[in-house]
């Protein structure tokens, strides 16, 4: 006789005249045919492979279905995602890539100036160190642990996700004004203080009056701040 059962079908019926007669069965949910003329289960029907699942009847080939972005599972049959891909990458890191069966090939540490505490996260850790702050540790969870680091006194910046401190604090008070706070992301927080009258500045990034301001010598005045 020339039909075979196909892939993902399987009888073991004598005498028939079409496929649903001759090869009643299919393969179950969670399991896929790939080979012709199967007279069993055990033989037409292989079980999902592991980071792969499917509900479908009469699969072929292969489970169509992937663990996604930032699950992984090493679970092999299975017919649903949580079923097959049960574990999701932890804080501190993120899943871009799929059908991955452990934590090592599936997640990724959040790179410096990034953190994140949801589990799952895809693609990339969505919580940035903010101006004025830095750090250069990968994989955390929390602000204070991932950007520990402030722009010191005299310094200021207000860009986002820096791991160094030339990136993240790369402008100074300017001459005639100083400030002792850390962390500052604009100018008048940085450096609040002026030189008062009768006295001027000639020092950029200066955290102290005494080392800011410099008497106006003999024979010179001046009433204005910040001279």
Not at 19 to 25: G, W
Not at 33 to 53: M, P
Not at 159 to 168: E, I, N, P, R
Request: with cysteine; glycine share 16%.
């Amino acid at each position: 006789c020339s039909y075979p059962c196909t892939k993902g079908r399987y009888g073991n019926e004598e005498g028939k005249t079409t496929l649903e007669a001759a090869c009643p069965s299919q393969c179950a949910g969670g399991k896929y045919g790939d080979l012709i003329g199967q007279t069993t289960e055990s033989n037409a029907c292989k079980k999902c492979v592991a980071g792969r699942y499917d509900n479908d009847q009469k699969q072929v080939d292969s489970c169509d279905h992937v663990c996604s972005k930032g699950r992984y599972g090493n679970i092999v049959g299975q017919t649903t995602l949580t079923a097959a891909c049960p574990s999701q990458c932890p804080g501190g890191k993120y899943g871009d890539q799929i059908e991955q069966k452990s934590q090592s090939n599936a997640c990724k540490n959040c790179v410096a100036g990034k953190y994140d505490n949801d589990q799952g996260q895809v693609d990339t850790c969505t919580s940035l160190c903010p101006g004025g702050k830095y750090g250069s540790g990968a994989g955390k969870t929390n602000l204070d642990a991932a950007c520990p680091s402030l722009c010191p006194s005299g310094t200021y910046g207000n860009g986002t996700a820096k791991t160094t401190l030339a990136d993240a604090c790369p402008n100074q008070s300017t001459k005639g004004i100083y400030g002792s706070g850390t962390g500052k992301t604009n100018l008048s927080d940085a450096c609040p203080s002026q030189c008062d009258g009768g006295k001027y500045g000639d020092q950029i990034g200066q955290t102290g009056e005494s080392n800011a301001c410099k008497n106006c010598v003999a024979g010179r005045y001046d009433n204005d701040r910040g001279q």
